[in-house]
Structure formats: structure tokens, C-alpha cells
């Protein structure tokens, strides 16, 4: 008898796992249908031995030091500061829009202060910031919009700006100054040995059993257990009872090139030409020396696995109705971006998932007595070495 079926081997179900086993003495099942642990953050070398993430560039980024410490508990990190430029007018600017974009691309030689009042006097005024394209269009006015994201926004969701909610573009910031980081958090890291590495270090502990090419369907009423932690599509949970939630999918063309640099950046965005979005190299983000290169095309789709919900307020009235269903199912608890039909990052999904540890405790479903075993890094150096006993784990007592 397992105490807990863990459905989904990604951060939510992989977190839950961890904490359930080391922290609670739970005995846990971890199953996952693809056949092999990580879900989308998975990583692995390709046949060239470069390493690749799977399912597109996976980057590191968060102003939680709780989540950033619990994580260094599993990996070292590599420093990384991600860097995006967009192919726009035959140029390779910098993404998000900064000084240095404006002024390479229109040949100016504008000041910060400046830069405001062109954007300013570019904005077009909008009373009722509603969709994506107001949020644009009322900062840095249509002609930028036009260069810069309407045909990327319409090649991603099939929709155009004007179509979705202000959310979706609302992540993207404009900046002044000329920082050309694609993020501001305060710890922006890669794992040091790729992310599966990092997986296979939070899972490897006796009370965790790993069953890969299994969908929960194939064991349920087979495998006995008390509580299941769910980390799939919700609507699928429920046999799509009132409809499928909708979701943008994406196909990923990996290629190996023979030279050992293939672009400038990590990634470059194509916004107004070809049918990909983007390309990304991952020597890059991998720090991997290597006399060939890998790199990834990423081509937006209707139709495959589900990625990212699509934001549009007729979905979140569906999925509304899910979570009514996902409340009142009693030994279940959804976790994660398809259980809770939400694009999060992955240090979100990790934090998700410690605050549902940390409810099941407070609830005792875990029961009483049992302690935390895991310590903090108490080494404030921050790079996340501890010793420990050899699985990444510490012992009941804490020690190592
Ligand atoms: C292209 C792309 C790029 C991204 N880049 C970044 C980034 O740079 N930085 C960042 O922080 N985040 C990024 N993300 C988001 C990141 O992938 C997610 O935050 C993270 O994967 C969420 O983890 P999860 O455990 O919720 O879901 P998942 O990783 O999807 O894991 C869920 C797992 O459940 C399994 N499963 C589902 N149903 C069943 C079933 N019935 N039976 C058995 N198993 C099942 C699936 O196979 C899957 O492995 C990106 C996402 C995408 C799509």
C-alpha cells in the first residue's frame, strides 16, 4: 500500500515527492506516462552528446530565495543571465525593447530621458487597457507593436493581439535603460548538470518508486494507495465533462549544426518572417564546450501536447467549473500548470508544490510526529553544496 500515487513526474509531482518521502517517511508511487522523469524541464544529450532540453529552453529565474534554497538542495548551479534578440528590419536588436534597440534601429542616438519622451509622444492613449494589443499600443505606440510583436503574438497563439487578454503581453517589459536581460530575478541560474540530473538527485530515495510509461488509468483500482497527487490536465481527470480546455501547442525541430557557434544569442526571435517563433542554442544556456552546436525551432501549433492555456476569459469561466469538480473530490490534490490550467514558471510550480506540502501537513493528512529531515543550506554561500549522504538526502537527525 503506498500512502501516496503522485501523477506526473515534473516539478509539482517530483517536489511533492521529495517531501512526502524525506520529510513525512511517506511511501509514494511516481508514475508518469512520457518514459522519463522531469516532464517539460526534461534534459538530456543528444547523439552528438550535446546537451538539450527537450521540450524547448528551459530557464531558471526567481526572486524566491525559499524556492532557490530548497532546489540547491539537488543541483549546483551554473550563473546565467538569459539574452533574447529579435530579427527585425534585417537587425538582431535586443528583446525586450531597450535603449539600444531603439537607437540601432531607427540610427538615433537617444538618452534615457529621451527615450521616454519618444515613447510618449509614440503611445497611443487607451482608456480601457483590455487586450494585449491596448497594453502595447498605449506604451510604445503601433509602429513598434507592429514590428515587434503583433506577428509573433499571432504566430504563437493563432490569434491576433487584439484577441487576448492584456495578461499575455503584460509579462513583457520596455526598459529605458540598456539592460538587455531577458529577466530582472534576483537568482537567475541553470542547473549545473542539467535539470534531470537535478531530478534524479530530489528522487532518489528508498521510500520513492518510479513508474515511467504509465498513465494513472492503467493502475488505478490496481495499485492500492490512500491519496493521490495529481499534476495532469484537470479536464482530463474528469473525462472532459464539460469540454476540452484549450491549449497552444508546439512542435520542436532539434538539429545539430557542424560549428561550434550557430547565432549571436541564446535565442533570436523571428516576429514578421518564417513560420518558427524562435531558435535557440543551447551551448549557451548549458555552458557545454563542444566543436558542434545544437540548436531548437520552435513551430506553434493547434493540435499536440498542451502547453500553454490559451488566456481568454471564456477559458477561465471553463475552467472554473473544473475546479469546482477538483475541490469537491475528496484524497485528491491538483498541483501544477495542467492540473490548475495555469502558465507558471517552473520555480512558481515550485512553490506551488511546497505550499501544498506545507497545507497537507498543517492538515495533518501527513500525520503527526513526523519531523522535517531536511535541513537548510546553512552554508549562506549560496551555490547549494552540502554534504550529504550520498543521495542528496540528510538523515532524520539532520546530519549528513
Ligand atoms: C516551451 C516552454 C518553455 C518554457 N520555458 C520556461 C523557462 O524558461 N523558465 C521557466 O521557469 N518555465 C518555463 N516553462 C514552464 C515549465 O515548463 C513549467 O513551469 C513546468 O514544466 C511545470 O511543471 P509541472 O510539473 O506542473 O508540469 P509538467 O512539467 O508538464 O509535468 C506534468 C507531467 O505529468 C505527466 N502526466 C500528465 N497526465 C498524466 C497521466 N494521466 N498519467 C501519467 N502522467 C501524466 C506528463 O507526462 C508530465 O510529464 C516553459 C514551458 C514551455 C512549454
Redesign the pocket.
Known sequence: MFDYLI???????SVLAERLAVSAGKKVLL????NHIG???YDHYNDDGLLVHK???????TNSHHVFEYLSRFTEWRPYEHRVRASVDGLLLPIPINLDTINELYGLSLTSFELKEFFASVAEPCEHVRTSEDVVISKIGRELYEKFFKGYTKKQWDLDPSELDASVIARVPTRTNRDDRYFTDTYQAMPLHGYTRMFENMLDHPNIKIMLN????DIDGIIPYREMIY???VD?FFGFRYGKLPYRS?EFKHETVNKEVHQSAPVINYPNEHPYTRVTEFKYLTGQEHSKSAIVYEYPRAEGDP??PVPRPENSELYQKYKALAEATANVHFV???ATYKY????Q?TAQALALFDKLRAQRVIGEGEMETVVANGNGNGNGKHSSNGNGHRRKDGSA
Open positions: 501523477v506526473g513526474a515534473g516539478f509539482a509531482g508514475i508518469d506516462r512520457r516532464g517539460n524541464a521540450y524547448g529552453p528551459h530557464i531558471f529565474h504509465t498513465d494513472y488509468q499534476s495532469g490536465p482530463e508546439l502547453y500553454y501544477g500548470r495542467l507558471y514558471n517552473m520555480d510550480v
